[in-house]
């Protein structure tokens, strides 16, 4: 009990929940796990594929490269230039699949205008799909089988069971119905037992179905779309949003001040579940490398509460 109470006043502050510090423990496991495998002689890679200049892009690749580097993942990063063709796209991840040491492919989003995103990312083999976003990998979730989760919704799932959060039997409201976030986070938290209510644009009386939720996700791409006076009394608020305003200040999809007046638990940005998602991305690097290695090693696994 005095592990777990520790752990949350770490993790929790005046009832904001401090992301890049769950992330940094997680990193930190993942990196004990990774010498596990490197004194196996199993070294695991994770190629970038960026295609373009979007700076925004190139900050999220550096962050990544960064964090590899911090576990002793080996990565690369391909840069392809922005009017690179579909067909150099697709062969230039062909040749990243037909190499053994590279156990996990990202494709960064967004590509340039007159790619197909979709038969790009489906052109990645699902066990090294990292981002989790094939078909096969978004249509294992439901049957309990995927290995390689959306790390976004995998991150806010770690991250709720850190700071004590069990999805059991609460009314759980998701915001946002993306393939990446919300329709995986509905899922996700359908497999935990909560009650799940999948909320998007054309939703008639969003304010009603946000003010029962004791479990809000918000992940919309729009700033402020949820106002604080409608969260629940003592509800649990993740904001996934993440936008610039006007002045060029980042913020969420929650009115953060005043839905923090009214939550038990809310996450701000930035440093709420950005932090998480690139954790998860090396974890699901991890996990795909055991997997495609045949490892002898025992497989890794996640740190429990």
């Known amino acids: 009990m005095e592990e777990s109470g520790a752990r949350f006043s770490r993790y929790v502050r005046d009832g904001v929940i401090d992301g890049n510090v769950v992330a940094a423990d997680l990193l930190d496991h993942v990196r004990r796990e990774v010498d596990r495998f490197r004194a196996a002689g199993v070294v695991p890679r994770l190629a970038l594929v960026r295609v373009g200049d979007d700076p925004a892009s190139a900050v999220y690749v550096r962050r990544k490269v960064k964090d590899c580097a911090r576990c002793g993942i080996d990565s690369e990063h391909v840069h392809l230039p922005a009017d690179a063709t579909q067909e150099a796209v697709l062969a230039t991840i062909d040749d990243l699949q037909s190499r053994d040491d590279v156990d996990g492919i ?36 439901l049957f309990r089988r995927a290995l390689l989760e959306p790390c976004t919704p995998s991150g806010v799932m770690h991250m709720l069971s850190q700071v004590g959060v069990c ?32 909320c998007h644009r054309h939703t008639p009386d969003l304010e009603g179905h946000v003010r029962r939720a004791e ?59 950005g932090p998480l998602t690139v954790a998860m991305l090396l974890w699901n690097t991890l996990s795909a490398c055991w997997a495609r290695r045949l490892c002898t090693l025992a497989p890794p696994q996640l740190p429990h509460p």
Do not use: Y
């Not at 939550?263 to 701000?268: D, E, N, V």
């Open 106 to 141: 990202l494709v960064q989003l967004p590509l340039p205008a007159g790619l197909d995103e979709v038969q790009v990312l489906e052109s990645v083999d699902p066990a090294r799909d990292v981002d989790g976003f094939h078909p096969n990998n978004l249509g294992r979730l």
């Open 167 to 198: 999805p059991r039997g609460k009314e759980a409201v998701v915001v946002g119905r993306s393939r990446i976030v919300g329709r995986p986070m509905a899922q996700m938290l359908t497999r935990a037992d909560a009650t799940v209510t999948l």
């Open 215 to 273: 479990l809000l996700v918000v992940a919309t791409g729009v700033p402020g779309l949820v106002r604080g006076e409608w969260v629940r009394e003592g509800a649990v608020v993740v904001d996934v949003g993440i936008n610039r305003n006007p002045e060029g200040r980042l913020v969420g999809d929650v009115d953060f001040a005043r839905a923090r007046e009214r939550a038990a638990l809310i996450t701000p940005v930035p440093g709420g579940v």
